[in-house]
């Protein structure tokens, strides 16, 4: 069995469990935790998280929210989706990164997760963060989470590394400070 594989099967039955469900073991800490994957192993990260979220004999109740598509869902909300492209090929990448960052900023995508009630054995799993690249950066994402979700297990699948200290997305990019979440398996 493969080393991820069995990171997987590991991630799979941790969930499930009352300590994870609860954020007990994590001094009183926020109950974020990352799970680190090599971005080659992309499409093997994919495949299971589309087997949890259709697993029925999950004991928690699993919430996805795919970056790229809540990012997505703000453009069609702003209805400028269709325009980008041409937008873009008028006036270029940068003017669109700089729009896109004050049009879809945290907080909007924050309200855009956001949900009630929380119940106890909800999992908010996130992915989707390479894709949603350089449009939200999953540092600056979780500590605006923080406060709307401080009773509810937030979950990342992250194409990178988090060395506890600093998240580096792919790998290869700049490293960026985020020592609030807690690596998982």
């Known amino acids: 069995m ?16 009352p300590e994870f469900l609860e954020g007990k073991g994590l001094s009183n800490e926020v109950n974020i935790r990352i799970f680190c994957y090599d971005p080659s192993d992309e499409m093997m990260v994919r495949h299971f998280i589309e ?13 996805e929210h795919n970056l790229y598509e809540v990012f997505l ?7 400028i989706a269709k325009t980008i492209p041409a937008m873009e090929e008028k006036k270029g990448k940068e003017f669109i990164r700089d ?5 879809a900023n945290n907080t909007t995508f924050v309200n855009k997760m956001k949900y009630e009630p929380h119940e106890a054995g909800d999992v908010l ?8 690249f350089p449009f939200i950066r999953v540092h600056d994402l979780l500590n605006a989470m923080q406060p709307e979700f401080p009773d ?3 979950l990342v699948f992250y194409p990178g590394n988090y060395d506890g200290r600093d998240v580096q997305l792919f790998n290869c990019l700049k ?3 985020y020592y609030r979440a807690f690596n998982v398996i």
């Not at 729009?99 to 049009?103: D, L």
């Open 2 to 17: 493969s080393e991820l594989k069995e990171r997987l099967d590991n991630l799979r039955a941790l969930m499930q469990e």
């Open 51 to 63: 087997q949890i979220m259709t697993d029925q004999s999950m004991n928690c109740h699993l919430i």
């Open 73 to 79: 869902s703000i453009c069609e909300d702003k209805r």
């Open 99 to 103: 729009q896109m960052s004050c049009m």
């Open 125 to 132: 799993v996130i992915t989707g963060v390479g894709d949603a």
């Open 152 to 154: 509810v297990p937030i």
């Open 175 to 177: 490293k960026n400070p």
